[in-house]
């Protein structure tokens, strides 16, 4: 009995999850979100998520990557993914937004990326 509890409990910590959104410079987004008045109570309201987005567009130089997803919320790639999104930067040239697709597992704030893909 305990050796079927503990291979139950195994195939449910491989399942990867999936997440879409758009590819940006994790560094210049974090740096973006913590722009803030300290006074602003409103700042999830007062925020242009479409203009940080496309400040943030990465480059080819761009090292450290969050997948920015359509509720807002941010996903930073483990060193692996930020290996794999830097490749899809390069291959795709010059280019202002990146769509992908993520698949993987939270592990804390950080996605340990299995696959990363490009959707347009």
């Avoid at 509890?5 to 987004?29: P, R």
């Avoid at 400040?55 to 997803?69: D, E, G, L, R």
């Amino acid at each position: 009995m305990r050796l079927i509890v503990v291979f139950a409990l195994a195939s449910l910590l491989t399942f990867a999850d999936s997440w879409s959104g758009v590819l940006v410079d994790g560094k210049c987004y974090a740096a973006e979100q913590r722009n803030v008045n300290p006074h602003d109570s409103l700042t999830n309201v007062d925020r242009d998520r479409y203009q940080e987005i496309w400040y943030c567009s990465p480059n080819a130089k761009t090292k450290s990557f969050t997948v920015v997803q359509q509720n807002g919320l941010n996903l930073n790639l483990d060193a692996a993914g930020n290996a794999k999104a830097a490749g899809l930067v390069r291959n795709a040239g010059k280019k202002s937004l990146f769509s992908v697709a993520v698949t993987g597992q939270m592990t804390g704030d950080i996605v340990q990326v299995n696959t990363i893909s490009k959707l347009n």
